[in-house]
T-cell receptor, first 113, second 117 residues
Framework: NAGVTQTPKFQVLKTGQSMTLQCAQD?????MYWYRQDPGMGLRLIYY???????DKGEVPNGYNVSRLNKREFSLRLESAAPSQTSVYFC????????????FGQGTRLTVV | GDSVTQMEGPVTLSEEAFLTINCTYT??????LFWYVQYPGEGLQLLLK?????DKGSNKGFEATYRKETTSFHLEKGSVQVSDSAVYFC????????????????FGKGTHLIIQP
């Protein structure tokens, strides 16, 4: 079992370029999340999907879009990358019920120059 | 809004020292509390959790007790090892048992722990 798989692991973009971060889980979980991790800021929620077919904004959604393609896959798109979006991005998944453990991917390190 | 405050590092200790990482929270509801650990180059993984007042979570020699009266969830370990060097995150969740309520985790800023041999 791979758990939560993110691609790519590293990416460098120029300002204004677009890209999609991919996330897939094989845990049959309902809920999926995208976080960003910045030095001194901890992790902040960008978007989440409580179940297939639904998505909602988190704390820092501006500049991002998401797609819950099916139960397994949840992608994050940057339409026009900005240097402020330089960060490490984590996808996570859980069952969607209370007290549940979240499982994280290994992260995508994105640099926007 | 809901928030988690934890001591910021880096925290540097010698092997076999006693560890405490403080964590306090503010929440509008009755949260579940978690400690996650991040080893270099990896994603986060759950270290321990507690879901109600006075619960004690424990794993790998680490412990934390849910203190509602002081809104705290301090992480402790009696004797740290070099392999415990990592970043530790305190987090809360306000999801209800039915799956409703706020979604996602609210994290503290993380504490970088360095254990020297």
């Amino acid at each position: 079992n791979a758990g939560v798989t993110q691609t790519p692991k590293f990416q460098v973009l120029k300002t204004g370029q677009s890209m999609t971060l991919q996330c897939a889980q094989d845990m049959n979980h309902n809920s999926m999340y995208w976080y960003r991790q910045d030095p001194g800021m901890g992790l902040r929620l960008i978007y989440y999907s409580a179940s297939e077919g639904t998505t909602d904004k988190g704390e820092v959604p501006n500049g991002y879009n998401v797609s819950r393609l099916n139960k397994r896959e949840f992608s994050l798109r940057l339409e026009s990358a900005a240097p402020s979006q330089t960060s490490v991005y984590f996808c996570a998944t859980d069952t969607g019920t209370s007290n549940t453990e979240a499982f994280f991917g290994q992260g995508t390190r994105l640099t926007v120059v | 809004g809901d928030s988690v405050t934890q001591m910021e590092g880096p925290v540097t200790l010698s092997e076999e020292a006693f560890l405490t990482i403080n964590c306090t929270y503010t929440a509008t509801g009755y949260p579940s509390l978690f400690w996650y650990v991040q080893y270099p180059g990896e994603g986060l993984q759950l270290l321990l959790k507690a879901t109600k007042a006075d619960d004690k979570g424990s794993n790998k020699g680490f412990e934390a007790t849910y203190r509602k009266e002081t809104t705290s969830f301090h992480l402790e370990k009696g004797s740290v090892q070099v392999s415990d060097s990592a970043v530790y995150f305190c987090a809360l969740s306000l999801k209800t048992y039915s799956g409703g309520g706020a979604d996602g985790l609210t994290f503290g800023k993380g504490t970088h722990l360095i254990i020297q041999p």
